[in-house]
């Protein structure tokens, strides 16, 4: 095999071999784990090497007919790689009608047929009341979402309401993707689009470098991240103020202000790394299932269809585990029953032996009762 062929193996098992935790890692010593897995790689393609040299020649000639065959596999898998993400951008292009019709009725500014020529005199009497478009769609079809319901306070719910659009794209440079959250104009905050950006160091196997959220522009008394705490002075006190405090709080708005990782990797500690780690998956995890799942079956979401789909995965993959149970507990069983097969064995050793010791006591003394001939 030539050189090429050994960095291909390098750089195809590379994405592969990095761990999870480099997401907690910065630029700089990132840059030094790929270079480090790198030299390792390589140096097991030259110990691989050695091994071929231990085998037969007949042997050895058939694992490297084997070793092209797998090279021509990695080629077509680059290729599958290219063609997948043209093919999803192709179709990208394609939703984009669709998504805008949908942005149009759910926010009133289309109506859709049938709405129109149904319309009475009663009804243009109280245009000021009438609803536009799909009012509460988007906090609607995010809080049908299990994994999003549970970032929603009910506080958050009221700015939600005016949320107007959600899309996604991928970024190339570097890899990763950007989700965009439209919003009409509110008491709450300044902002007209707020936005969360992924940094990748590899796409198509989901490692997360960094992720990039929008500040805020919270109105006065109106930010949803943190609740102010009003405590009376102590009697006597010189201050009659109350005493007021700021604590951070559980809200879906702290998702534009995700984790972030200190320069310095001297400074965490390992149930520190371990906090931060599950944060940042748990961050991707809300991102993922807002690009995945909310943007394309939104309206799904909203009437609660999509749910039932969520389910029947749920009821699948807990049936897989249940079948890998099963043939856990059937190898169990096996055991068990070989367990007890010898313990009988053991039990019934132990018996003769007994009943030979009782044998001779009988010719030395009493036999016990239940022995005694009628």
Not at 139 to 148: D, W
Request: negative net charge; contains cysteine.
């Amino acid at each position: 095999m030539s050189n090429n062929s050994k960095d291909q193996f390098g750089m195809s098992d590379l994405g592969a071999a990095l761990p999870a935790a480099a997401a907690a890692l910065s630029a700089e010593d990132r840059a030094g784990l790929v270079n480090a897995l790198k030299d390792k790689l390589q140096n097991l393609a030259g110990q691989h090497s050695d091994v071929l040299e231990t085998l037969g020649p007949k042997v050895r000639k058939r694992v490297e007919v084997l070793r092209e065959l797998q090279s021509q596999h990695d080629e077509l898998e680059a290729k599958f790689f290219e063609e997948r993400a043209a093919l999803e951008a192709k179709y990208q292009k394609l939703y984009e009608p669709l998504y805008t019709k949908r942005y149009d009725i759910v926010n009133g500014v289309v109506e859709v047929e049938g709405v129109t020529t149904e319309a009475t005199m009663d009804q243009e009497e109280n245009k000021e009341t009438e609803e536009k478009g799909v009012p509460s769609f988007w906090v609607t079809a995010m809080k049908t979402n299990e994994v999003l319901a549970e970032e929603i306070s009910e506080r958050d719910e009221e700015a939600l309401k005016y949320l107007k659009d959600i899309k996604w794209y991928r970024i190339d440079n570097p890899k990763g993707f950007k989700l965009e959250f439209f919003f009409d104009p509110n008491p709450f905050f300044k902002n007209s689009v707020l936005t969360k950006t992924y940094h990748m160091i590899d796409d198509d196997e989901p490692i997360l470098e960094k992720a990039i959220g929008t500040e805020i522009e919270w109105y006065p008394g109106k930010c949803l991240t943190q609740k102010i705490l009003k405590k009376k002075p102590k009697k006597g006190s010189k201050n009659a103020k109350p005493i007021t405090k700021t604590e951070n709080c559980e809200s879906f708005f702290n998702f534009f202000n995700p984790p972030q990782v200190p320069e310095d990797d001297d400074d965490i500690d390992e149930d520190t790394a371990e906090e931060l780690q599950n944060q940042m998956e748990q961050d991707y995890d809300i991102g993922s299932t807002i690009r995945d799942k909310i943007i394309p079956h939104a309206v799904s979401w909203f009437t609660g269809e999509a749910v039932q789909g969520d389910e029947l995965e749920d009821m699948e993959d807990f049936d897989e585990d249940e079948d890998d149970g099963d043939e856990d507990e059937d190898e169990e069983d096996e055991d068990d029953e070989e367990e007890d097969e010898e313990e009988e064995e053991e039990k019934g050793k132990h018996r003769k032996k007994k009943s030979g010791r009782a044998q001779a006591g009988e010719v030395q003394g009493e036999r016990p009762p239940e022995c005694k001939q009628q």
